[in-house]
């Protein structure tokens, strides 16, 4: 029954005599059925029609709407395998020989960029989510696509977040909207670092000239100065936390994997307490020149007899490998010598 001709249950008033009363424009008009809903694609009439009448059986196949859910959904619900499940289907898709699909999936470069993008989104969106973080991980490892950069990224921010509101606090910022405006302004520093180069002195150019990478640096070593204990405290105490589970070593991957300079922050402070043990495991993590860990060790230990044994050993492990003399692949440290970077351990010691 069309709606114009629809009656109250008593069958003495019409639905369009009621509007008729109330409604601004021709209530007639409004309610009679519109032209493609009488006709169908071949002509025929709206009773031949029957349940194939519909907006979507006009429309062509490839111009329906597709709605569905992305890699990024699930991932942020910590449900890595179902986004991996969306991306095989995609991949089959596209596939030409879907049984030809082998595992570990290998992404084109196209893909693996926006799933690195999505994936990196998604991290530092939820930062402070284990789960999620571990999730996207996982997802890029499921791909065989690098982890290590996002893995070190996201400690990073998470240290600069904790030391911005450890700073608001000792301020007395009651603003409750503090963490959050504190939280996104840390995410949209990471999010706005270069992309990853394809070979390393590329990446090392891009990284020195992005002033986002150089600030998210600062402010790193800043929120790393302030953790308690402090690295040149003397106690017994903060020589165990330098030595074993030293924060500075954040600092130091955080350089490596975006090809910036190194920070030798480390290597100074394990110098200043004469731990020549970590000194030389660090400074052989960090691959550093010879000529640098000369400069170290000339400027820092205060142990003659130590600085002597240590200046000879750098001296031979220059001599026994040439290209170790400020030869390495990795970029240079900043500056080299001692005074290479301002430093707050520097200035105020």
Excluded at 210 to 218: P, Q, V, Y
Aim: some cysteine.
């Amino acid at each position: 029954q069309a709606l114009d001709g629809m009656m109250t249950f008593k069958k003495d008033v019409s639905l369009s005599t009621l509007l008729s009363d109330v409604a601004a424009f021709d209530v007639q008009s409004a309610l009679r059925p519109l032209p493609i809903f009488r006709m169908d694609l071949d002509g025929q009439g709206a009773d031949a029609i029957g349940d194939r009448s519909s907006l979507a059986s006009l429309v062509a196949v490839e111009e329906h709407f597709r709605d569905e859910l992305g890699e990024g959904y699930f991932l942020a619900q910590g449900r890595a395998m179902m986004a991996f499940h969306v991306l095989m289907t995609k991949c089959m898709q596209r596939a030409e020989h879907p049984g030809e699909l082998k595992f570990p999936l290998v992404l084109s470069a196209e893909d693996a960029k926006r799933l690195d993008k999505v994936a990196k989104s998604v991290a530092f969106h939820n930062l402070l989510n284990e789960g999620v973080v571990s999730s996207t991980v996982c997802l890029l490892e499921l791909c065989s696509l690098e982890t290590e950069m996002l893995r070190v990224d996201v400690q990073a921010a998470k240290r600069i977040y904790e030391h911005h509101l450890q700073q608001g606090n000792r301020q007395g910022n009651d603003d409750s909207d503090w963490p959050r405006a504190a939280a996104a302004s840390v995410i949209e520093l990471f999010l706005s670092f270069p992309d990853v180069q394809d070979t390393p002195s590329r990446a090392s150019e891009a990284a020195i000239n992005s002033g986002h990478l150089l600030t998210a640096l600062r402010m790193l070593e800043e929120s790393t100065w302030a953790l308690d204990p402090h690295p040149s405290a003397p106690s017994v105490s903060s020589l165990q936390a330098l030595a074993y589970d030293s924060p500075w070593h954040l600092v130091a991957l955080f350089c490596r994997v975006h090809s910036l300079p190194r920070s030798l922050t480390l290597l100074h402070e394990l110098a200043r307490n004469n731990d020549w043990v970590m000194f030389l495991h660090e400074s052989d993590l960090q691959q550093c020149p010879a000529d640098t860990v000369l400069d170290v060790v000339d400027g820092y230990f205060t142990d003659t007899p130590l600085q002597s044994h240590l200046r000879i050993l750098a001296r031979s492990i220059a001599t026994q490998d040439p290209a170790a003399c400020g030869g390495s692949d990795g970029p240079p440290a900043a500056g080299g010598a001692p005074a290479e970077r301002e430093e707050p351990s520097q200035v105020s010691s």
